[in-house]
Nanobody, 114 residues
Framework: QVRLVESGGGLVQAGGSLKLSCAAS????????MGWYRQAPGKQRELVAT???????DWSDSVKGRFTISRDNAKNTVYLQMNILKPDDTAVYYC????????WGQGPQVTVYS
């Protein structure tokens, strides 16, 4: 059974930093794409960033230059380093792992106050 466990959310002042982690277990074979999505109150879930097994990345323009995504294949873990956080970054952040199917994490809350 595939399981994704996220950590690192919380409350931070604007301009601060947080790092999210998402560790997967139960996968058979490699994970092609690891990524982060977020959903703010009253809004649709949106892409934050993804990283493929070859290291290629895809980004939301709203976080480029402030966030960094990385992965540790040996640990089946994806990270999201978030710097220079803004109140608009407030959302529930979901990790997603894709092999044959998509698997979602439970979504830690990130709240940025001014």
């Amino acid at each position: 059974q595939v399981r994704l466990v996220e950590s690192g959310g919380g409350l931070v002042q604007a301009g601060g930093s947080l790092k999210l982690s998402c560790a997967a277990s139960g996968f058979i074979g490699s994970i092609n794409v690891m990524g982060w999505y977020r959903q703010a109150p009253g809004k649709q879930r949106e892409l934050v960033a993804t990283i493929a097994s070859d290291g290629s990345t895809d980004w939301s323009d709203s976080v480029k230059g402030r966030f960094t995504i990385s992965r540790d294949n040996a640990k089946n873990t994806v990270y999201l380093q978030m710097n220079i956080l803004k109140p608009d970054d407030t959302a529930v952040y979901y990790c997603r792992m894709t092999s044959r199917y998509h698997y979602w994490g439970q979504g830690p809350q990130v709240t940025v106050y001014s």
